[in-house]
């Protein structure tokens, strides 16, 4: 199968907001996705042949940013119909080439305390937990830890 990775232009947006609403429980907004393009930011979607070998198909994407060596790996989602069938390693992989190509020597990331499956992917791929922000992120009841990742690139 042939993958094939474009840079998100504030044009996708729309296209890649049912994704994101899809994979988290506290999406970014339009204007906050919007926001993490250009600049210090870069971000790439990932196509996959469709049905239709001329149709393609948005499976995920991800946006960094990079500032003085390091790169924080701001959102990654793979649609959750697509999950599980590596597409994720794809898309962290292809994050790190660009981010190295930009000249940093660091990755970093914030990850939910219960989201098991994103803590094996990344720790999988050379990640280690470096840290943790108490009630980070909202829940469906109060908030929730984030556990500080980082791996050298």
């Known amino acids: 199968m042939t993958l094939s990775f474009l840079p998100v ?5 729309d296209s ?18 919007a926001s993490c393009i250009g600049g210090r930011y870069f971000g790439y979607y990932l196509l ?6 001329q149709q393609q198909v948005i ?7 990079h500032i003085a060596g ?7 989602c793979v649609h ?8 994720g390693k794809h898309l962290l992989h292809h994050y790190f080439e660009q981010a ?7 990755a970093l990331l914030e990850v939910r305390a219960r989201n098991i499956g994103a803590q094996m992917l990344y720790i999988n791929n050379g990640f280690s937990e470096i840290g943790r922000r108490t009630g980070y992120y909202p829940s469906a009841v109060g908030y929730e830890d984030a ?4 791996r050298a690139l």
Request: charged fraction near 25%.
């Open 9 to 13: 232009t504030p044009d996708d947006v």
């Open 48 to 53: 996959e042949p469709g049905r239709d070998r």
């Open 100 to 106: 190295k190509s930009l000249g940093a020597e660091k």
């Open 16 to 33: 890649l907001m049912p994704i994101e609403n899809a994979c988290h429980s506290h999406p970014w907004s339009r204007q906050v996705f």
């Open 59 to 65: 499976t995920g994407f991800y946006i960094g940013d």
């Open 147 to 150: 556990i500080v990742m980082a």
């Open 70 to 76: 390091e790169s924080t790996l701001m959102d990654i």
């Open 80 to 87: 959750p119909d697509k999950q599980g069938q590596g597409f």
